[in-house]
């Protein structure tokens, strides 16, 4: 079981990146799968989560509007498009399976068991 970010990089504000979050070993589309990010000296932020049951999708206020998550279940791969990058939005990005009911209400990243597990993250620096 693996879940393997991608697609960081360095941007100037304004510009845009789209993350992807490979799965293998699991099915995506069976699970809430959502992506937090962390910045140095900083604690772990949830961004985003979309649950499959009902196709539900949780925003941080700190993204709402910029920020676009989505899943291809073809190739069993989870995205996140972000637009209007800004410098606050530089953090190592990883994705995750996500405890549904926590989904939605966007606590699953500092619950315990809010999440079950991750991969290795990927580098998003915002700066001119």
């Known amino acids: 079981v693996q879940l393997q970010a991608s697609g960081g990089g360095l941007v100037q504000p304004g510009g845009s990146l789209r993350l992807s979050c490979a799965a293998s070993?699991?099915?995506?589309?069976?699970?809430?799968v959502g992506w937090f990010r962390q910045a140095p000296g900083k604690e772990r932020e949830g961004v985003s989560c979309i649950r499959s049951s009902d196709g539900s999708i949780y925003y941080s206020d700190s993204v709402k509007g910029r920020f676009t998550i989505s899943r291809d279940n073809v190739k069993n791969t989870l995205y996140l498009q972000m637009n209007s990058l800004k410098p606050e939005d530089t953090a190592v990005y990883h994705c995750a399976t996500v405890q549904p009911i926590l989904c939605v209400s966007g606590s699953y990243y500092n619950t315990p068991g809010g999440m079950h597990f991750w991969g290795k993250g990927t580098l998003v620096t915002v700066s001119s």
């Open positions: 070993g699991f099915t995506l589309d069976d699970y809430a």
